[in-house]
């Protein structure tokens, strides 16, 4: 099973992240590409999205999780 790391802005987690700057890995995408669709990860794998300053992406990003978990 593969991991991803989605983020709301690369360069500010690159520069205010330790945790993702210190374990040093690849982030997959910003959460604008994802919550557009031209950039989805895979069914399975594990998604961490880690958020350091833009709410109104947490919120979407919130949104996008929640109505993929009900849908179902």
Not at 6 to 31: H, N
Request: net charge positive.
């Amino acid at each position: 099973m593969a991991n991803v790391i989605i983020v709301d802005s690369r360069q500010a987690v690159l520069k205010e992240s330790g945790d993702v700057i210190l374990s040093k890995a690849k982030i997959f995408a910003e959460a604008g590409k994802v919550l557009g669709r031209t950039k989805l990860p895979a069914v399975g794998q594990t998604t961490i999205f880690k958020s350091v300053r833009i709410a109104i992406e947490d919120l979407a990003t919130a949104r996008l999780v929640f109505d993929r978990a009900y849908a179902a």
